[in-house]
């Protein structure tokens, strides 16, 4: 009898519960209905807020402020309220309990052995990297490509559908990669005939910034710019002073999450003889132009056209990016973009 019963058990358990595949291609076991979302990955918070998953979250990681960014709080109202039992490399495993979730969202690169203390617990976890094709490994935090364009779009619109379905937001996230696809085609029309590349860096704090194998040399190169660090450093990495004056920028471009660095370059004497410093050409980055290591919705179809209309005023002089930033915050981040 008892074996019976445990039988019954085990075909409803099944009847209400659906199999996916991680970006890691894991098979991951989840409930029918996902209510309960704790996400320890900025970029996946990001999405799911962006397909109306925000009232899903339980749970984010603890750097959320300094990854997003402050202003984040006006895109996630009570962002700052919720529990934060992670983060990319590590996990609580007490305060996960608690939480009671239905998935955990986590980095492809975080130890395994949170894995499978999780699933010792019983508790589902999503793998996301949002790229595809590393031959460095899926579960590398600086992946290597052949094509490394062709794998950051298509890792991206892959994560965006797969989060879609985990959040019961498949709809939302399907409208999201239409409308990074059609801005792409969109951005192509403006800059198919640039020739000469403007040379552009990424200044991040303590001279860090991004190399090949990452987002940003994507970001410049569809906006008609080429990332200097590129062609000598691979993924993230800390630089001399030296090594910028030997890369000559004509344009340095700062995040706004890191807005302190603005000044701290304009003020670094080691770096005064610079193009772009003498030009007095260095640019904060709004929110929405992130030129990350990885691609976010909002860079590819509204902040790669900053940066292009920023590098070719002329080219882009009709171009109404007020109006497409407005109509882009409002649609997905149901939200009266006001500038800021």
Do not use: C
């Not at 925000?54 to 603890?62: A, E, N, P, R, T």
């Amino acid at each position: 009898m008892k074996k019976i019963l445990s039988v019954l058990l085990l075909l409803v358990t099944f009847a209400y519960a659906s199999v996916i595949k991680d970006q890691l291609n894991r098979e991951v076991v989840l409930s029918d209905k996902v209510d309960r979302i704790v996400v320890l990955q900025h970029q996946s918070l990001n999405v799911l807020v962006q397909i109306g998953a925000k009232d899903k979250i339980v749970g984010v990681l603890q750097s959320w402020e300094k990854r997003l960014g402050s202003d984040y709080k006006r895109l996630f109202n009570g962002i700052d309220k919720l529990p934060t039992p992670g983060d990319l490399k590590t996990i609580n495993f007490e305060s996960i309990l608690n939480l009671k979730p239905d998935v955990v969202i986590v980095t492809n690169y975080i130890d395994k052995s949170y894995i499978e203390k999780l699933e010792e617990l019983k508790i589902p976890v999503v793998m996301m990297s949002f790229f595809k094709d590393s031959s460095a490994g899926k579960d590398s935090v600086n992946p290597e490509f052949e094509d490394e364009e062709y794998s950051y779009d298509n890792g991206l619109y892959e994560g965006i559908m797969l989060l879609g379905k985990i959040a019961d937001k498949e709809d939302n996230a399907k409208e999201l990669v239409t409308y990074i696809k059609n801005s792409q085609n969109e951005l192509k029309e403006y800059t198919k005939n640039i020739k000469d590349k403007i040379k552009l860096y990424m200044a991040n704090p303590k001279y860090q910034t991004y190399g090949s194998g990452k987002y940003t040399s994507i970001i410049f190169k569809r906006a008609g710019g080429e990332n200097v660090a590129a062609k000598d450093i691979k993924g993230y990495k800390q630089v001399s002073a030296e090594k910028i004056l030997s890369w000559n920028p004509d344009i340095i471009f700062v995040q706004a999450r890191y807005s302190s660095v603005v000044d701290e370059l304009k003020n670094d004497k080691s770096l005064k003889n610079l193009d772009a410093i003498k030009n007095n050409k260095i640019y904060l980055m709004p929110e929405y132009a992130k030129a990350w290591g990885y691609p976010t919705p909002e860079a590819m179809s509204i902040g790669e056209f900053w940066i292009a209309k920023k590098l070719y005023p002329d080219i882009f002089k009709d171009f109404d990016l007020d109006k497409k930033v407005k109509e882009y915050y409002k649609k997905f981040y149901q939200f009266e973009y006001d500038g800021k």
